[in-house]
């Protein structure tokens, strides 16, 4: 379907991917885990939450919609097991591997840890997005994970007997590339990636032992080997997202310094950025950083920051002109037609999450597509205040 970034909004607006899973599909999950309902029971759930998630979606008024994940055990884990327990799990993988991170509320998320090769992922981004787009009658966006994070299934200090980090990592740059050729092989309008433990890599977490290892600037070259396989066309719609994450309204590296990662994140030769900033306390100074640092040519595109103007862990809900209002302070130091608008992470990146801060998943998905409506608008009324033509329909 054919997607102009600049229509109906003037300034181009998205969203980063997930929304929560209805309370149903998460019991849906525990009770599949537990052998009490088959996959196809299980699918029957997701599939009634992506058809509801895309109807609530078009009815924002997004110029792009998401389905929601609601699909993917996570955001991290999709491409490896059916469910964040571990039921499924794809080959040459156990239980028990690295932290991807420990949250501020005392809450970790764990990643499996590869034993043996060739790494090669069970599910595709694609393979749910072609179930997906049937239902929408909009451009819709997909989210993949980063090469940096699965390569965090490799074991930190010690060699796999008969498959090398090469060779690992290797197999996971096609594995990336394939994910994302894929999606856009089934519709994807535009494709995102998932980089949040860009700023994590930073924070140097005594409990967890990787993020005290530099390993940025070798995540950003994982990123770079797999967009420098697309043409600069191709890139235009390609992003990347980057966050303190997102889960159970927690955050695992909000006290790490933008001023630390950006001048590297902008590195990434992608088309555009997804980057939180909502929850920031100093904003403008963030905005600042992005004007320096984000280039109007990245090996042959133009890279467009859309600035975090939602926080999806706070269930207040931001006014129109509230977002407006950001975009204008943003607009004196980013190029405005270099400014986009997005929310600050997913509103949940993982299938079970209880919401805690806003009571209930149900109550967290109303109070999300009443926040993402409230960002299409703002959005458009910015548009408008610095004159930016939103191009007339076909």
Same mark, same amino acid.
């Given at each position: ?71 993917w055990s996570s955001f991290a884990t999709y491409p490896l097991t059916d469910t964040l327990a571990g039921t499924g799990l794809t080959d040459h993988l156990a239980a028990g591997g690295q932290y991807f991170a420990i949250f501020s509320d005392g809450h970790y998320r764990q990643l ?47 060699? %796999?007997?008969?498959? *090398?980090?090469? !060779?690992?990592?290797?197999?996971? +740059?096609?594995? &990336?590339?394939?994910?994302? $050729?894929? @999606? ?42 797999? %967009?420098?396989?697309? *043409?600069?066309? !191709?890139?235009?719609?390609?992003? +990347?997202?980057? &966050?303190?994450?997102?889960? $159970?309204? @927690? ?43 984000s280039r109007d040519d990245a090996n042959g595109v133009a890279q467009i920051v859309h600035i975090g103007v939602i926080n999806p862990q706070n269930p207040r809900i931001e006014s129109a002109q509230e977002v407006c209002d950001e975009l204008l302070a943003a607009a004196k130091h ?61």
């Amino acid at each position: 379907m054919a997607y102009d970034l600049r229509s109906e909004t003037g300034i181009p607006t998205q969203p980063v991917g997930s929304l929560p899973r209805p309370a149903r599909l998460q019991e849906a999950y525990a009770d599949y885990d537990a052998g009490r309902i088959s996959k196809d029971d299980l699918e029957a759930e997701q599939e009634a939450a992506v058809k509801d998630s895309i109807s609530r979606f078009e009815d924002t008024g997004s110029p792009i919609i998401a389905d929601g994940e609601q699909w993917w055990s996570s955001f991290a884990t999709y491409p490896l097991t059916d469910t964040l327990a571990g039921t499924g799990l794809t080959d040459h993988l156990a239980a028990g591997g690295q932290y991807f991170a420990i949250f501020s509320d005392g809450h970790y998320r764990q990643l499996p840890k590869l034993v043996g090769g060739p790494f090669r992922y069970k599910t595709y981004a694609a393979d749910t997005l072609a179930k997906s787009i049937k239902f929408a009658t909009r451009p819709i966006k997909q989210a993949v994970i980063a090469p940096s994070m699965l390569a965090l299934l490799y074991p930190l200090d010690e060699e %796999l007997p008969g498959y *090398s980090r090469e !060779e690992f990592e290797a197999d996971l +740059v096609n594995e &990336c590339e394939k994910d994302i $050729r894929g @999606a856009f092989d089934v519709g994807a309008a535009c494709v995102s990636i998932d980089f949040t433990e860009g700023r994590l890599a930073l924070r140097e977490d005594s409990r967890n032992p990787w993020t005290g290892r530099g390993m940025l600037p070798h995540f950003i070259g994982l990123i770079n080997r797999v %967009l420098d396989r697309f *043409s600069a066309d !191709e890139r235009v719609n390609i992003g +990347v997202h980057t &966050c303190p994450g997102g889960d $159970r309204d @927690a955050v695992h590296s909000s006290d790490v310094p933008y001023s630390a990662l950006l001048p590297s994140l902008f590195q990434l030769n992608a088309g555009y950025f997804l980057m939180q900033n909502k929850s920031e306390r100093d904003r403008d100074s963030v905005y600042k950083l992005v004007g320096e640092h984000s280039r109007d040519d990245a090996n042959g595109v133009a890279q467009i920051v859309h600035i975090g103007v939602i926080n999806p862990q706070n269930p207040r809900i931001e006014s129109a002109q509230e977002v407006c209002d950001e975009l204008l302070a943003a607009a004196k130091h980013i190029p405005k037609e270099r400014l986009g608008a997005t929310d600050d992470c997913g509103f949940s990146p993982f299938s079970i999450d209880e919401k805690p801060l806003h009571g209930s998943p149900d109550y967290a998905r109303d109070v999300a597509f009443e926040k993402i409506t409230n960002r299409v608008r703002g959005t458009a009324m910015a548009a408008e205040k610095l004159g930016i033509h939103v191009p007339a329909a076909v």
